[in-house]
């Protein structure tokens, strides 16, 4: 089993970011204001950081940060998790894979 799919198996919503990333901190932003909490990976202080990001890069994650995983399916980036949210799509699917309560 690949490292990110361990990394995702046990949660409904993963991210994947770089602490100093001001996009990945927005998109952290935009899901925890869902009332979501997230596992985020930090791949800037994780031990195995460089081989995860290097695996993202290796799924089509281009840019390798912010990587979005609802329900254990990659959503995608920024521009991704931006649109399903402006087409009001992105808090069913958090609420379908159990990240978020209503």
Known sequence: MSKVKR???DNPLVIFS????SLSHSIKSLI????AN??????????NGE???RELLGLGC???????YIGKKLVGGSNEVMSLNM???LKPLLIE???IWL
């Not at 770089?18 to 990333?21: A, G, I, L, Q, V």
């Not at 997230?38 to 031990?47: A, G, N």
């Open 32 to 35: 925890r204001n869902f009332g």
């Open 18 to 21: 770089k602490s100093s990333c």
């Open 51 to 53: 081989l995860v990001e």
């Open 7 to 9: 990394l995702v198996a």
């Open 87 to 89: 087409r009001s799509q």
């Open 62 to 68: 281009s840019p390798s940060v912010p990587v979005v």
């Open 38 to 47: 997230p596992t985020v990976y930090e791949l800037d202080e994780i031990s």
């Open 97 to 99: 894979a159990n990240a």
